[in-house]
Every structure is written in structure tokens, then in C-alpha cells.
């Protein structure tokens, strides 16, 4: 069964603008660099997210989202334990990020 992986990030906000996008591009990115180790192609799913535009104001500092699918619990696991790209990305994150919460789901387990 599928794995929904969801992202949220809160900017720190003396981060420039440029420097924002640019983090949310290569987590798009992702989708492409991540590479299976058994059959060395792109694993995720789909991926998408972007810049929150939300009108009810429960944020609570969030400002930018993410949703990926991966195709198994064992391909989310690989991702966020091994994946060599993503384990990079992740550390280019740590002077920009204020806040980061993820939250993953098998849709229909309730």
C-alpha cells in the first residue's frame, strides 16, 4: 500500500526570499534525484508543495508544504533513512529551517 509523506516547513524569517525558493525547488527535486538502490531509477511516486496561501490563519508558523508518495513503507523508510540525496538535502536545511514537522499516512488507515 502506498505511504502519503507530508512535509511542512517554517522558514526562518531573516531568510531571503531567493534562498527559500530555492530549498523548495530542490525538495521538489527530490522526485528525480532520489534514486532506488536495487533498480537505480527515481522511486518517489509524486511529488508536490509549495508556498502556503491558506485564508483561516491556523498556520501556526507554517509556511510551505509538501506531499510525497512513495510506492511502499519500505521506499519511505529507505528515503528518509538512506537515500543519499535526501539525507544531503536535509543538511542543507539547518540554518533556514525554524520549524519542520512530517507527518505520514497509509490513506484508508484509520
Known amino acids: 500500500m502506498s505511504i502519503t509523506h507530508i512535509v511542512l516547513f517554517q ?3 531573516e531568510v531571503a526570499a531567493e534562498v527559500v525558493h530555492d530549498a523548495c525547488e530542490r525538495m521538489l527535486g527530490l522526485k528525480d534525484s532520489c534514486v532506488h538502490p536495487t533498480s537505480q531509477k527515481p522511486y518517489i511516486k509524486s511529488a508536490s508543495g509549495g508556498k502556503d496561501n491558506s485564508s483561516e490563519g491556523i498556520q501556526n508558523g507554517i509556511t510551505h508544504a509538501f506531499v510525497v508518495e512513495f510506492a511502499s513503507a519500505a521506499d519511505r523508510d529507505y528515503y528518509v533513512q538512506s537515500d543519499p ?5 536535509v543538511k542543507t536545511l539547518g ?5 519542520a514537522q512530517v ?3 497509509t490513506n484508508g488507515v484509520l
Do not use: T, Y
Not at 85 to 89: D, K, N, W
Not at 95 to 99: H, N, R, S, Y
Open 11 to 13: 522558514f526562518k524569517p
Open 95 to 99: 540554518g533556514i529551517i525554524e520549524k
Open 85 to 89: 540525496s535526501h539525507l544531503a538535502f
Open 103 to 105: 507527518i505520514d499516512f
